[in-house]
């Protein structure tokens, strides 16, 4: 989850805990679920009647921090305790080690809307079942730097990737390299023939190096260029989805409405419907721009942080590293997320170009 | 014009690729020339190098299993190509395993050399990865600028200490100065000297061996019967000296170098199936 976002967002529900983040130019969405078994305890809600089930997104470097070192807490931990304070304002990780050592780490955390990009595997025309291991083997021929890469489906039901080269790009300047997977080396094929999508590798590569290491089969779920690419892992107590934004064919016709919710990501905001209306516009025409230049960013007045509840840490902000993550001037359609509409709106680092930015809304 | 290799041994691949990973760190873009016996990584001398040259030579027969080249003309059976060697070192870099590397020259938007690597898999066909490569195709009238360049009159010519040792020394030069001095004689001596405002260091190597080389016409070499001890020095750019060292990858058999007093330093480096010849020219 780190790869794709800064934030994680933790979201209780009867079904099980959710940790989520979204990448800054919303075009990349990761969520794992882990159902209630996958716990000791799991209570969802806190004591009392009370239904609401308390949220909360929490910076993900402090998450991290917390399980910095996976071997010595494998040696060490017997049980970690995750406890949301929403009186205290904080998350409490808990790592009772051995000796009778106890680790208590206090995260601040923010409150948040819910975090849900709507997605539907069902309306996706083409779905490819397979062993991580074998996605991975493919993506290792890839220079670490390629931004994005094209999955094609070819004749036979063969499965094709090559790393896809930008349009400004001179062709006889730039290497393509090409594989081929055969049908068989997947678990399942149900393609579209010829159907062909580009996304961006690093968030893809993240989550490769973790199916790989789970051993579950991975199955990717995809429909047109411009549609969102869902990748999916699934055991009994885990469910793991992961969304990416594909780029548009540029020879479509620009000008489409977005009609249906397949061909972008929708908001579910439960709570603030008119700012929606805007919001979407805004939206949409910033990513119709169309040409090949980059989509003007909305023009939504930056909110300053509320400072009774900015986070201290916010100040910190760091850059991302050096590989390239799903970049935000491209013709990518923005995956359109809940808004976070959180009192204390953090300040975006000054060199990222914003695609959306959170809209102004009555709380 | 046509050419197509194979390999399929993978202990010609690895050292293939070895080679490869030499030439990439030496030069960014470079003339490769094939021939029906051999290749031939050529870099010429011009300024944006630096004035640096190269000319790494090898059997094919060493390397490939199969090896058909069909040249611009029938008396000019060769093909000179400029490419960008790393891309040929990224394209190798994941063939470790493979079953075969085939490499072909095709012309599909534009000249390139696509490199096929079959991998083994688990399922019934094999997984073929390729790379293309794009390649500049290089006109028949500009191959006498891509000649082999030869220095006949030297002052010295000496083995070179171990490589790492010298590597190691040059690397930690580097951090103090641009430029080293290399001097040589033919008592076997060497040193590598940096000197800048507030420090000069100087590392002394001994009893190298001086190779013998055959006197051409008698008396060309300026040293025959004169003056052993007397040094023949060169002041050459320390980062050049520095990728030609750190580019090793495989100890050569013989190394040596060449010096022309204040002119020129020209390495050598043997191995059984792959010479390497690296020009440094002396600082003005």
Redesign the interface.
């Known amino acids: 989850l780190s790869r794709i976002g800064d934030e994680l967002y933790l979201e209780p529900t009867e079904s099980g805990l959710s940790l989520c983040t979204v990448n800054s130019s919303r075009s990349a969405f990761a969520s794992f679920l882990f159902a209630p078994l996958f716990f000791q305890l799991y209570e969802p809600g806190g004591p009392g009647p009370e239904q609401e089930l308390q949220r909360c997104k929490v910076h993900m470097k402090s998450f991290l921090g917390v399980f910095r070192s996976l071997p010595s807490l494998e040696k060490t931990v017997w049980r970690c305790l995750i406890l949301l304070k929403p009186q205290a304002g904080r998350l409490v990780l808990q790592l009772h080690c051995k000796y009778g050592v106890t680790k208590t780490h206090n995260l601040t955390f923010q409150e948040c809307e819910r975090l849900q990009a709507v997605f539907d595997t069902q309306r996706c025309a083409s779905s490819i079942t397979g062993p991580a291991q074998v996605l991975a083997?493919?993506v290792?021929?890839f220079?670490q730097t390629l931004a994005e890469v094209t999955l094609e489906a070819g004749s036979g039901s063969r499965i094709g990737l090559r790393n896809y080269v930008e349009e400004g790009a001179e062709?006889?300047?730039?290497?393509?390299?090409?594989?081929?997977?055969?049908k068989?080396?997947f678990q399942a094929v149900a393609v579209a023939p010829g159907s062909r999508i580009t996304f961006c590798l690093k968030e893809f590569r993240g989550l490769l190096t973790f199916a790989e290491a789970s051993n579950l089969p991975l199955t990717i779920h995809y429909d047109a260029p411009g549609s969102p690419v869902i990748f999916t892992l699934e055991d009994t107590v885990l469910e793991v989805h992961l969304v990416l934004a594909t780029l548009s064919d540029p020879e479509s016709n620009p000008q489409l409405p977005p009609t249906n919710g397949a061909s972008h990501l929708t908001i579910q905001l439960d709570d603030f419907a008119d700012d929606l209306e805007s919001y979407m516009i805004a939206m949409e025409t910033s990513a119709y721009e169309g040409g090949s230049g980059a989509p003007p960013s909305p023009t939504f007045p930056l909110r300053t942080p509320d400072p009774t509840k900015s986070d201290p840490e916010e100040e910190e902000e760091e850059e991302e590293g050096a590989v390239p993550g799903t970049p935000p001037h491209k013709k990518f359609r923005s995956l359109f997320f809940g808004s976070v509409l959180t009192p204390g709106v953090p300040s975006l680092a000054p060199t990222q170009e914003v695609l959306a930015e959170d809209s102004d809304g009555e709380y | 014009m046509r050419f197509r290799a194979k390999i399929v041994d993978l202990a010609c691949l690895n050292h293939f690729s070895r080679v490869i990973n030499t030439i990439a760190k030496l030069a960014k873009t470079c003339t490769l020339r094939l021939t029906v016996s051999k290749l031939y990584f050529i870099l010429s001398d011009k300024v944006a190098n630096g004035g640096v040259s190269m000319w790494c030579e090898l059997c094919q027969g060493n390397f490939f299993d199969e090896f058909q080249i069909e040249g611009v003309a029938a008396e000019h059976n060769e093909i000179y190509l400029e490419l960008v060697p790393e891309n040929l070192s990224r394209a190798l870099k994941t063939a470790q395993s493979a079953k075969a590397v085939k490499i072909k020259l095709s012309n599909k938007h534009c000249p390139c050399l696509r490199v096929a690597v079959e991998l083994p898999s688990l399922s019934s066909s094999s997984r073929i990865v390729t790379h293309d490569i794009p390649v500049g195709v290089i006109p028949r009238r500009l191959w006498n600028d891509f000649r082999e360049p030869s220095v006949t009159d030297f002052d010295v010519s000496i083995y070179l200490p171990v490589l790492k040792t010298m590597k190691s020394v040059v690397e930690r030069m580097k951090n103090l100065s641009n430029s080293i001095v290399i001097e040589a004689n033919l008592r076997g001596e060497m040193n590598l000297k940096i000197e800048t405002d507030l420090v000069s260091i100087t590392t002394h190597f001994k009893d190298l061996g001086n190779p013998p080389w055959a006197s051409e016409d008698g008396g060309q070499s300026s040293t025959q019967g004169g003056d052993l001890e007397g040094m023949a020095e060169a002041r050459i750019d320390i980062k050049k000296l520095q990728q030609l060292l750190a580019g090793q990858q495989v100890n050569p058999t013989k190394a040596l170098c060449n010096i022309v007093n204040k002119k020129i330093v020209h390495f050598i480096l043997l191995h059984e199936d792959v010479s390497l010849q690296y020009f440094i020219p002396a600082l003005a």
Do not use: G, N, R, Y
Request: hydrophobic share 40%.
């Open positions: 083997e493919a290792v021929h220079p062709p006889s300047k730039t290497m393509v390299t090409e594989l081929w997977l055969a068989d080396e």
